[in-house]
């Protein structure tokens, strides 16, 4: 969604704001972190505290751009109003009427708050990948231990 506006905004040759460009930026390394985690963590579990700061890091990245787009939190999108037309419907030999809506929504304000509110989400799961990182590092650190502890107390005849 931030590439819409980003793309609208080149376009016009004009400059992305900064509330903007900066989600865009931390959600573009974001999802380049994800995918490199999870294509190289099955390789080197090893690297479970590197992984868990790394998360905490983006965490921080995320509240600082959630923060730098909360100005969108108080817009109103979408309006309603009433229309001059009515609706109407029968079932089963009931008549049922009432008045009609018209619902506008404004697709550039909506797509912003719907990323802002995405930029919120992640700040709730990154920690929560970084714990799960950082808990999957101490049992495979248990793991390896344990079986090293259980060859070196082995006793040959």
Same mark, same amino acid.
């Given at each position: 969604?931030?590439?819409?506006?980003?793309?609208?905004?080149?376009?016009?040759?004009?400059?992305?704001?900064?509330?903007?460009?900066?989600?865009? *930026?931390?959600?573009? *390394?974001?999802?380049?972190?994800?995918?490199?985690?999870?294509?190289?963590?099955?390789?080197?579990?090893?690297?479970?505290?590197?992984?868990?700061?790394?998360?905490?890091?983006?965490?921080?990245?995320?509240?600082?751009?959630?923060?730098?787009?909360?100005?969108?939190?108080?817009?109103?999108?979408?309006?309603?109003?009433?229309?001059?037309?009515?609706?109407?419907?029968?079932?089963?030999?009931?008549?049922?009427?009432?008045?009609?809506?018209?619902?506008?929504?404004?697709?550039?304000?909506?797509?912003?708050?719907?990323?802002?509110?995405?930029?919120?989400?992640?700040?709730?799961?990154?920690?929560?990948?970084?714990?799960?990182?950082?808990?999957?590092?101490?049992?495979?650190?248990?793991?390896?231990?344990?079986?090293?502890?259980?060859?070196?107390?082995?006793?040959?005849?």
């Amino acid at each position: 969604m931030l590439a819409w506006f980003v793309n609208a905004y080149n376009s016009f040759n004009a400059l992305t704001p900064t509330s903007i460009l900066v989600l865009f *930026v931390v959600s573009v *390394v974001a999802l380049a972190w994800c995918l490199l985690t999870v294509f190289f963590y099955p390789c080197h579990p090893t690297t479970t505290r590197l992984i868990a700061l790394v998360d905490v890091l983006l965490l921080g990245a995320f509240i600082a751009a959630v923060y730098y787009l909360s100005d969108i939190r108080n817009a109103d999108c979408t309006s309603v109003s009433r229309s001059s037309s009515a609706w109407s419907g029968s079932a089963l030999g009931f008549t049922v009427s009432g008045p009609g809506f018209d619902v506008s929504t404004d697709k550039g304000c909506a797509m912003l708050k719907a990323s802002w509110a995405f930029g919120i989400m992640c700040c709730l799961v990154f920690p929560v990948s970084a714990l799960a990182a950082l808990h999957c590092g101490d049992e495979a650190y248990r793991r390896q231990h344990s079986r090293r502890a259980s060859y070196s107390h082995r006793v040959y005849v």
